[in-house]
């Protein structure tokens, strides 16, 4: 049963500390996804990577936060420095794109709170 | 204007009733449409896609596209206690990337 997996799944940190969450996608996903989930703005997403190249980090704020695909295997979003109002939980998702008709694979989520 | 819009609910039916869960879309060339299931503290499941007008159905659900009028909506007959959760819909517009809506609450009281 392939599944996307993330870690860590819970993740309590300091204001101005670094974050790393770290996503492993399906085996044989070409698109990878990163976004952010809170009550008050739904999913948002990050990032999305297709092929290990980025695509779209528009909604990602640049001065604090990157997403890097090293190999096919992983990716990791990381936060420096990490403010309260990053907290949320961080959903990792992994697809593959056929002409539009691509579906995404959600992972377990890493719930992130900053203090 | 948001990409997707949904109602936030929260949506309640009594258990064995149909439940009707709707979204409406605002790009034109949107070209694939899911629902996903999310129960509280779990991530996102994906339980239908439909790409073409009509209707398509599994199981209990069933999925209706109206392309001209840029709505898609989510029917679960028979609702049960388990189908309790957080309905998102998403939008592909044919970049890849998914625009999702903000989520019904749908509550199926026993």
């Known amino acids: 049963d392939a599944r996307v997996t993330q870690t860590p799944r819970d993740k309590v940190t300091e204001m101005g500390q670094e974050v790393t969450m770290r996503c492993q996608p399906i085996l044989g996903h070409n698109t990878v996804f990163w976004y952010r989930q809170t009550m008050m703005q739904g999913l948002e997403l990050l990032a999305y990577?297709?092929?290990?190249?980025?695509?779209?980090d528009s909604g990602m704020p640049k001065d604090r936060f990157s997403a890097e695909m090293p190999d096919a295997t992983l990716a990791t979003l990381k936060i420096q420095p990490s403010e309260p109002r990053d907290s949320a939980v961080y959903f990792c998702?992994?697809?593959?794109?056929?002409?539009?008709?691509?579906?995404?694979?959600f992972g377990p989520g890493t719930r992130l709170l900053v203090l | 204007q948001k990409e997707v819009e949904q109602n936030s609910g929260p949506l309640s039916v009594p258990e064995g009733a149909i439940a009707s869960l709707n979204c409406t879309y605002s790009?034109?060339?949107?070209?694939?449409f899911f629902w996903y299931r999310q129960y509280s503290g779990k991530s996102p499941e994906l339980i239908m896609s439909?790409?073409?007008?009509g209707d398509k159905e599994d199981g209990r659900f069933t999925a209706q596209l109206n392309k001209a009028s840029q709505y898609v909506s989510l029917l679960i007959r028979d609702s049960q206690p388990s189908d309790s959760a957080t309905y998102l819909c998403a939008v592909n517009t044919g970049a890849n990337n998914l625009f999702f809506g903000t989520g019904t609450r749908l509550t199926v009281i026993p």
């Open positions: 990577f297709r092929n290990r190249a980025p695509l779209d």
């Open positions: 790009d034109r060339v949107s070209q694939s």
């Open positions: 998702a992994s697809g593959s794109s056929t002409s539009g008709r691509e579906t995404q694979y």
């Open positions: 439909i790409y073409s007008n």
